[in-house]
């Protein structure tokens, strides 16, 4: 800190207010306790001083600190023992906060201060504080780095008017306050969500005042912009550093990615973060950790293993923050497998996974339905201490009940309570929807009455799920019933509620109901989705409407629905019983047909703007001519991609090797493995046990060996290789049954990678 003296200079008018009319004097210090308390100080434990105490007044307390304040071992003594007892009044504590900043002893300064700020009463603007702070400043011999520490405490404590009034009367009274304290009160506003035309404000009075801002003056600016949405406005600031000759740090630039990252614009974040290469700044794991949260947050986790490995080739230990990160964007992914070997290498290197990844990792299993390994996560969390949240809970709750398995829901419940958390409207739902699905729609409602009594209020998601249990029962009258009752309580239907009772008329063959409730749909604005037209599409052709089920179809695409395999397969499955077999072709492959194009609509533009839902779509027209047996056509769609310089996905390559698995054409098969195996990708299990079997069926030995070997090697999760020594031993014995389970069970546990949920899975 600076330790500027104060300039002269009268004041034309003062800001401290006027005070009462003079009291008596007070009496004057003991000088006897005083000279026993600096004896027992010099020679004595401090504790032997506890029997004067009774005896110190404020006066004795003072003089004792003006006339050992040179002393640093003696004083800080003295304060340390005296500053909670009844004598150490305002005029001490500025005492101290003196002598502390003279000896560069800040930290406890700054804790006095800030006990003075919190419990000097009637001194909203700090003017009492300052006054004794200016009395005391001569007797101390103390520097203008008392008004920096000062005005520091009370940003600390976000006290934003204090501390801007101080600096007032500073300057008021001849002080110089330093960079430090417009720093602390500009931070102080943005920590306080303060607008940040006031910290705009307190930037342009430091420039008037002559006060010169510093890298840390704008990394505050450039953070309460950025953190505001108002990412240009800090590039302003920026600039502006570049001008005046400050140069950023790594700071400067975490703070830009960061911005960059939360605005889904992970490839400008990138072009910082080379530019701080490039100004040979090293980039820390802040930095690192930023980036890898970016790119999970895009859903480029593939990315994140170059970030990882760049990291770890800079010898820049990744911390709890980076894998964290990491887990919870695989188990978003439904990439188990790489979520368990990466908490595995967490755990190894002494980190612990906080209750978000766990949460995290259980969501994950729970959607394997693998409830035994979700709750040995369970377990883990309880062993390291950390505690569920409600969230924790309420996922158990779901994953339990989508099974229906509801006793155990229960008990989940139960203990969620017990430990004091509240069940929240999406616990209850979960528990609403696990009755649906076991059937038992009296007890869904039982916990629908529950709700209410609760304090919360049902939404939309509960009567939309008791409405579908109603439909799949075929208690269509019900239905509606709930469905009046919800609109009486005023809670809006949504597009699940319409669909739902849409579909329940179709299969009862009421289509005209079912398209009255469809306009109902359409005339209050909520937009149909896939399931809405799959089910009217599908009612049309058991109809024999096939005319009526092709509109709808062009009509989805117009509205940028793409249909999925579910569409299609009831499109084909609809023509072909009218021995419209050429014309179902066409639909299932409208993309590379001429003629039965919609208007307005062509595959071939959505396949050259290709994203990720028109990908999707792509997918689900591969997997339809495999569904059928239709490879030759699945084959055209594939080398069409290629010389369209579409890059085959994931989804694309297991679609392909299972259809042709299916087709009994092995060569082809295992080629399609071997390509996708190059290209970086990992088949789903599911493809590795359907291409095994095969391959074991026409006797390709080797071929079979080596996908085994490639899958085992591929797992790196220490729990499977007890799992990878019994694939091993039964494969040499040629008993593939035992195989085929064992790496099933694998599969289940995340332990074989590409296990968890894919396009193709789904």
Known sequence: MKTLKPYRKTPRYS??????????????????????????????????????????TPQSASYLLHHSQLDKTLTLSFINWARTRPFFDLKCACQSIHILTRFKLYKTAQSIAEHVAINTHNDENGELVFKQIKDTYFDCNSSSA???????????????????????????????????????????????????????????????????????????????????????????????????????????????????????????????????????????????????????????????????????????????????TLVNGYCKEGN?????????????????????????????????????????????????????????????????SQQGFMEEAYKLLDEMKKNGLSPSIVTYNALIHGHTVDGKIEDALRVLDQISKTGLSPDVVSYSTIITGFCRNQELDKAFEMKREMVKKGVLSDAVTYSSLIKGLCVQRRLTEACDIFQEMLRIGLPPDECTYTALINAYCEEGDTKTALHLHDEMLNKGLLPDVVTYSVLINGLSKQARTREAKQILFKLYYDNAVPDNVTYNTLIENCGNMELKSV????????????MNEADKVFDKMLQRKQSPTEAVYNVMIHGHCKGGNLRKSFKLYKEMVSCGFMPHTATIIALVKELVKGEMTAESSEVIENVLRSCKVTDAEVAKALVEINHKQGNMDAVFKILSEMAKDGLLPNSGRTAYAQ
């Open 619 to 630: 997918v689900a027209l591969i997997k339809g001519f495999c569904m059928k047996g239709l």
């Open 146 to 324: 008392v008004i920096d520490l000062l005005v520091k405490s009370y940003s600390s404590l976000k006290l934003v008017k204090r501390g801007l009034n101080t600096i007032h009367l500073a300057i008021s009274h001849g002080f110089m306050p330093g960079v430090l304290s417009y720093n602390a009160v500009i931070d102080a506003v943005i920590r306080s969500n303060e607008r940040m035309e006031l910290a705009e404000e307190m930037y342009m009075g430091m420039i008037k005042a002559g006060v010169s801002p510093n890298v840390f003056t704008y990394n505050i600016l450039i953070r309460g912009f950025c953190g505001v949405g108002e990412l240009e406005r800090g590039l302003e600031f920026f600039d502006e550093m570049g001008r005046k000759g400050c140069l950023p740090n790594v700071v400067t630039y975490n703070t830009l990615i960061d911005a960059y990252c939360k605005l889904r614009r992970v490839d400008d974040a990138f072009k910082v973060f080379e530019k701080m290469s490039k100004r040979d700044l090293e980039p820390n794991v802040i930095s690192y950790n930023v980036i890898l949260n970016g790119l999970g947050r895009e859903g480029r986790m593939r990315e994140t293993g170059v970030v990882l490995e760049e990291m770890k080739r800079k010898r820049i230990v990744p911390d709890e923050v980076t894998y964290n």
């Open 15 to 56: 800001t401290v207010p006027s005070f009462p009319p003079p009291q008596p004097p007070p009496p004057p210090p003991d000088l006897n306790l005083v000279g026993k308390a600096v004896s027992i100080l010099k020679r004595h434990h401090i504790h032997n001083l506890n029997p004067l105490s009774p005896h110190f």
């Open 336 to 400: 188990f497998h790489q979520a368990l070997v990466l908490h595995d290498e967490m755990t190894s290197n002494g980190l612990s996974p906080n209750v978000i990844t766990y949460t995290s990792l259980i969501n994950s299993m729970c959607k394997a339905r693998n409830l035994h390994r979700a709750m040995g996560f369970l377990e883990q969390m309880r062993v390291r201490k950390l505690f569920p949240n409600a969230r924790t809970y309420t996922t158990l709750i779901d994953g339990f």
